[in-house]
Structure formats: structure tokens, C-alpha cells
């Protein structure tokens, strides 16, 4: 038997080439964009939860996410009065972190938030899921912070959604590290960079979002001096808690010496497969340890979140109905409900 959480066993489309998800057609009343599509398609096929037969876990998982999905058409959220600049970490690698980026920058896009990501991994797997160009000619990050290039002469529009705007990274990022070593101001580049860039842009941004690479180093360092928060994802695996108090050790000297308005204001559990006790065990652990900042939101272990990327995508716009997408809509709902900290 297939298990409920799986988003084959929910039914999805599969495919970038399916008709749009977003078109008012029966299945789909709970995301048709406007009122009068909401109306036309509610006459169509005036679908309920209620109207599910929910004895199968099969009709129940649908009837969630049908649920699901009216809830979150259904709500409009707060937009920040000035930017909410995030830095991605955890020096773990495969945790989850670019696909957080990509998909909670998306989500929010989505509401209608203006926002850009910032890709710091020499892997630019945030450039691809957003669809930017970053072959190795493409001036990227890399230039902004070792050749003094502004930001606006770098940062690309995604073709994902209007507001949603990528600074690329190319593989010279890998370089970056040693070579900073040498650079006057070397934790401070990304930070006045990215300062110069919001305060010219003519258009406000509501979200930044800095996506790392997998270590300690100064790139990464340079993301925690630029941001306001960190959002730290956490696998729900055996090691996740491994290495999480070197990162907070390094956060907090961040905060001391460099960046005294840095905190964590977010943990968000990623990859969680309800069927392991492991993975509970390990929910449980991270919300007993941090309380106020884990988000209710778990993001489920989906075969729709890992392949989005390699349709250039996120999920929010591969597939926007299954339960990978619905999660990080809800995550994203979450965080900008709860507000920057104070
Ligand atoms: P790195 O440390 O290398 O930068 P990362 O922390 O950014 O990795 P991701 O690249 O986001 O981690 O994810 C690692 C792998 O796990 C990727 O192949 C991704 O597609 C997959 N993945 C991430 N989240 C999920 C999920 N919820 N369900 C299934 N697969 C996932
Ligand atoms: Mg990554």
C-alpha cells in the first residue's frame, strides 16, 4: 500500500507538460487566482472536503490537502515594513537548505512579496532551481564580492514568478574563500553590497534570502553579517543534531563581534517521513531544544520537491498542489505571520 504522505498516492498530475494546476478546472477550486475563476469553477464542480468519501486513507490524504489548499488560497499574508534579510546555514551538508531557499523565496513570491535570493554556494543549485543562467561566464555573486561589482549589475529576474529576483553563483565561487582571505573588510563585503543594492533599488524587497554552502567558512560568514536571521533546516535524521552547537557557537561570536542584530529567529524540519520513528523522535527533540523557533510546518521527504530542480523549477511552481508545495506555502505563511524578531 501506498503511504498517504506519498504525493503519487494523492493523485498529482505528473509532468511540467500537464495543463496548468492553476487553471479553475474541478480539482483545483482552491487555487483559482481571482474571485470571479473561484466562482466559475466552484459552479463547475462544487467540490468540498466534505464531499470526499474519507473512509480510505487514500480519500482522507485528499481530502487534507484539499483542505489544505483552501486555506492557503484563502489567506493573504503581512508584508514586512523593511526587508527581512535571511541567511540559509547549517553546515551539514544535504539538509535540505537550498531547496528551503528556493522554495520558501518562491512561496512568498507567490503572496505577492518582492523577493531575492542570493546564491553563496559555488554549487549554484539555488541559480538552477530559479532557472537563472550561471554558466562560468555569467557575472555572478563571485564578482560582487571580489571585484566590487554592484549588485544591480548581477542580480537576474527568475522566470518563476515577477517578483522573484536571483543572484546567481558560478562555480568561481569556489575561489572566493582563499582569495577573501586577503581582502580588506572581508566578512563585511556581502553586507555592503547588498545594503548599497536595497537602498537604490526602486522597488522596495520585502525578502532576502542567502543560501550557503555547506561549511563554516567565510562565505558563509560574510551571509551571517548581511543577514538580520538565520533560518537553520534540520534533517529529521540520526546526526541531525550534530554539529547544530558549533553552529550556534559560531552564530553567537558572529553576533558579539560582527553582526549584533543577527539571530536565529527559524527552524524548519525538513525530509520528515511520519512512517520512521526516527524522524519523530527527532521533531520532537529539535522542538523540545527550540521551542519558540521551529515552525509547526514539517516539510514531508517528497519525490516532487527533489525533482522540481531539474526542470529548472521550484516545487511551488512544478507541481503548486502537492503536499511538498502545500508544506513550504505554509512554512512560508508561517514566517511571515510570526514577523521578524524584535
Ligand atoms: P548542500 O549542503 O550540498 O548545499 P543542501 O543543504 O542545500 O545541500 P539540498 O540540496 O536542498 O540540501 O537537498 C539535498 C538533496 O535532498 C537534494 O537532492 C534535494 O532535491 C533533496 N531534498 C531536499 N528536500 C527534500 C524533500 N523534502 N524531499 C525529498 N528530497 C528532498
Ligand atoms: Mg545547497
Redesign the pocket.
Known amino acids: 500500500m501506498k503511504h498517504p504522505n506519498s504525493d503519487v498516492a494523492a493523485g498529482q498530475p505528473t509532468g511540467p507538460s500537464r495543463v496548468s494546476p492553476l487553471a479553475p478546472t474541478p480539482v483545483n477550486v482552491a487555487l483559482a487566482k481571482t474571485v470571479e475563476e473561484r466562482a466559475a469553477a466552484k459552479k463547475a464542480d462544487p467540490i468540498t472536503t466534505q464531499s470526499f468519501d474519507q473512509t480510505t486513507p487514500l480519500a482522507r490524504e485528499l481530502a487534507e490537502n484539499t483542505r489544505r489548499r483552501m486555506a492557503i488560497q484563502a489567506e493573504s499574508l503581512p508584508l514586512p515594513s523593511e526587508p527581512r534579510i535571511f541567511t540559509v546555514a547549517?553546515q551539514k551538508?544535504?539538509?535540505?537548505?537550498?531547496?528551503t531557499t528556493v522554495n520558501l523565496a518562491a512561496a512568498l513570491a507567490r503572496s505577492g512579496a518582492r523577493v531575492l535570493v542570493i546564491d553563496l554556494?559555488p554549487?549554484g543549485?539555488a541559480s538552477t532551481a530559479l532557472g537563472v543562467e550561471h554558466r562560468s561566464d555569467t557575472v555572478s555573486v563571485y564578482d560582487v564580492i571580489i571585484n566590487d561589482e554592484p549588485m544591480s549589475q548581477v542580480v537576474q529576474k527568475s522566470p518563476e514568478f515577477d517578483n522573484l529576483y536571483c543572484v546567481p553563483a558560478t562555480i568561481h565561487l569556489a575561489g572566493a574563500e582563499i582569495e577573501l582571505v586577503s581582502l580588506v573588510a572581508r566578512e563585511q563585503r556581502l553586507r555592503s553590497a547588498l545594503d548599497a543594492f536595497l537602498g537604490q533599488s526602486d522597488d522596495d524587497f520585502h525578502y532576502v534570502f542567502i543560501d550557503c554552502?555547506?561549511s563554516l567558512g567565510l562565505l558563509t560568514i560574510n551571509a551571517f553579517v548581511a543577514a538580520r536571521e538565520v533560518l537553520i533546516p534540520i534533517q529529521c535524521e540520526y546526526y541531525a543534531l550534530e554539529g547544530l552547537s558549533q553552529l550556534l557557537t559560531n552564530i553567537k561570536l558572529i553576533e558579539r563581534h560582527l553582526n549584533p542584530r543577527l539571530s536565529v529567529s527559524t527552524i524548519l524540519l525538513?525530509?520528515y517521513d511520519s512512517r520512521t520513528n526516527l524522524a519523530n523522535q527527532v521533531a520532537d527533540d529539535v522542538r523540545q531544544h527550540f521551542p519558540k523557533e521551529v515552525l509547526n510546518t514539517l516539510?514531508?521527504?517528497?519525490v516532487r520537491?527533489?525533482e522540481a530542480?531539474s526542470y529548472g523549477q521550484t516545487v511551488i511552481s512544478y507541481d503548486p498542489t502537492s503536499p511538498?508545495s502545500l508544506s513550504y506555502l505554509e512554512a512560508a505563511s508561517e514566517i511571515a505571520r510570526r514577523g521578524a524578531p524584535a
Open positions: 547549517n551538508g544535504g539538509v535540505g537548505k537550498t531547496t554556494d554549487q543549485n554552502p555547506p525538513t525530509m516539510i514531508p521527504r517528497s520537491i527533489s530542480p511538498g
